[in-house]
């Protein structure tokens, strides 16, 4: 018998199937108080969890016997999966379970909104106010809507979109255009296009990438009167700048779900009038609370029993797969990617690493790591070392591995290349002691740099008095330089890796970029 300790509460159907179950002894233990579930964690092999039960290590100091972690829905916020992963702990979510839900829900916002529903209904219900004069609305027949993020939720968005015979433009570099245009729909790479739209509604993960993807300088970009949308993740929006155009009109008005601090009760949003608001409450209908118990108790049989391993956000490495030091590379192999995919101009189509030397013997692990590196910013939690070389194949990246032949300078390296639509880079490190993992070379530019912190990659033409602009220019702006490594390339052309100790914005970018002898300047964090 295997035993499963259900943390927080799912529908009854999901308890059912696990009460069903001739080989699990449950516990269901979602009315228990915070402080008395750790005592009950001791000999469960399987938790599940939601966003009431923080993962953590108290949660896992007391789960001694834990193998596995459910958490029922998507968001895995509140467990600590880099600590599980070093205790051997598979981490899996329920992604699709409430994509429905959301889907409809923005169609909600996005109607609402076109017709101010929320400010007539409290007008009329509240204030018995009967005032039809006050509530002119737009019709959604022939407006331009714009798509940020085309995968499962912004595609059926699109898709019910249409049938009010709007015009939709998509932007997402991490599809495949076709995903798109066999649907009737534009897709763009130019982000201005999103910006002319009438409508715009944002469905990407929260990343560093994605994090205030829509603030001032955007909105000072749109129409006047622009509508915008979002029910994916707080914090997408700039929500100050958001509320200083919503004020000024520039925005006529949005549909909120989500916010960047939850719950969201004292928020400068709730007093405008312009703005249709929820409680975070994207996924909660019945149906998808029944599918989301349902399919995370589908999942917990299937792990218990060897079969898969659905939705697994990692893949522990066990101590006896593989060495220490080809664990070691495996990770330089991810941090590259990661650095790669960063610095790159545009999405991923192709991922290679090779290797030279023993480490070539695990080409095979050290692919899956880069991928999952090179995908982490555009899909974050939706990837990991288990679906890894299924998404890739899904997203159309291409992915080879080889073995180096001919003499190197060194025992044991790693090279991964990511080839967008429109640039290549390739990276090639080290480690030094089989521990101090090094990037020796960019692009064929002789670096010596540790893949971590925060670092400016800047490419320029190798004339006197460079370094100086960018440390002066960098010190205007408050940043501080940690660490300054020059590699020269032919063709008098120069790369610095700048590392610094403060965050670097798209403006000091624009400004590195302009310095007269730069070719390009792009920031990572690691």
């Known amino acids: 018998m295997k035993k499963v300790i259900v943390c927080d509460h799912i529908h009854q159907k999901g308890i059912d199937i696990l009460k069903a179950a001739k080989d699990v002894d449950l516990e269901v233990a979602y009315d228990v108080p915070k402080a008395d579930l ?46 599980c992963s070093k205790r051997g702990i598979v981490v899996m979510n329920v992604p699709t379970a409430n994509t429905i839900a959301a889907v409809e829900m923005t169609m909600c916002h996005l109607v609402c909104s076109a017709r101010s529903f929320i400010n007539a209904h409290n007008e009329l219900k509240q204030k018995r106010v009967w ?40 932007y997402d570099p ?56 979002n029910v994916a993740r707080g914090g997408l929006y700039n929500e100050d700048d958001l509320a200083a155009a919503l004020k000024s009109g520039k925005v006529r008005f949005a549909g909120m779900d989500v916010f960047s601090r939850e719950p969201a009760t004292d928020h400068p949003l709730l007093d405008l009038e312009n703005v249709s608001v929820t409680q ?29 391993y659905p939705n697994a956000l990692n893949m522990p490495i066990k101590d006896d797969a593989m060495p220490d030091w080809v664990k070691n590379y495996c990770d330089l192999a991810q941090r590259m990617a990661f650095l790669a995919a960063q610095v790159s101009n545009g999405a991923a189509r192709s991922v290679s ?51 180096e032949s001919g003499e190197t300078p060194y025992k044991n390296s790693i090279t991964v290349r990511i080839s967008g639509d429109r640039e290549s880079i390739y990276l090639t490190g080290i480690l030094l002691g089989n521990e101090s ?42 940043i501080n330089i940690a660490d300054f490594r020059l590699g020269r390339g032919k063709g008098g052309e120069a790369m610095a890796i700048i590392l610094v100790d403060n965050d670097v914005s798209s403006g000091v970018l624009d400004a590195l970029s302009a310095i007269p002898e730069a070719i390009r300047a792009s920031y990572a964090e690691l």
């Open 353 to 403: 690493v090779s290797a030279a030397g023993e480490v070539a013997d695990y080409l095979e692990s050290l692919g899956v790591f880069a991928i999952v590196g090179a995908l982490n910013t555009a899909l974050g939690e939706k990837v990991n070392y288990v679906n890894a070389p299924f998404v890739a194949k899904e997203r159309g990246v291409e992915v080879s591995t080889q073995k």
């Open 38 to 83: 750790y005592s009950r964690l001791g000999e469960a092999e399987l938790a599940i969890t939601r966003s009431s039960t923080p993962v953590d290590l108290q949660f896992l100091d007391a789960a001694k016997k834990c193998k596995f972690i459910i958490r029922a829905g998507v968001g895995v916020d509140n467990v600590d999966i880099d600590e």
């Open 131 to 170: 005032k039809r004069e006050n509530w002119y609305g737009t019709e959604l027949l022939g407006k331009k809507l714009g798509v940020i993020g085309f995968g499962n939720i912004g595609s059926r968005v699109a898709i019910r979109a249409k049938a009010f015979d709007m015009e939709i433009i998509a």
């Open 280 to 308: 975070h409450i994207g996924a909660n209908t019945l149906e998808s609370q029944i599918n989301i118990a349902v399919q995370s108790a589908d999942n917990a049989l299937e792990v218990l029993r060897g079969i898969s």
């Open 174 to 229: 991490y599809v495949q255009p076709s995903k798109v245009t066999s649907l009737g729909m534009k897709y763009t790479t130019n982000f201005d296009d999103i910006l002319a739209c009438d409508i715009i509604t944002i469905h990407t993960p929260k990343n560093k990438e994605t994090t205030n993807m829509i603030a001032a300088k955007e909105i000072a970009k749109m129409k006047d009167g622009v509508i915008l949308i």
């Open 437 to 478: 993992a090094r990037i020796v070379d960019i692009n064929g530019f002789v670096v010596d740099v540790a893949p971590k912190g925060k670092m400016i990659v800047m490419k320029n033409r190798d004339v006197p008095g460079v370094i100086g602009k960018v440390g002066t220019l960098l010190g205007d702006h408050k």
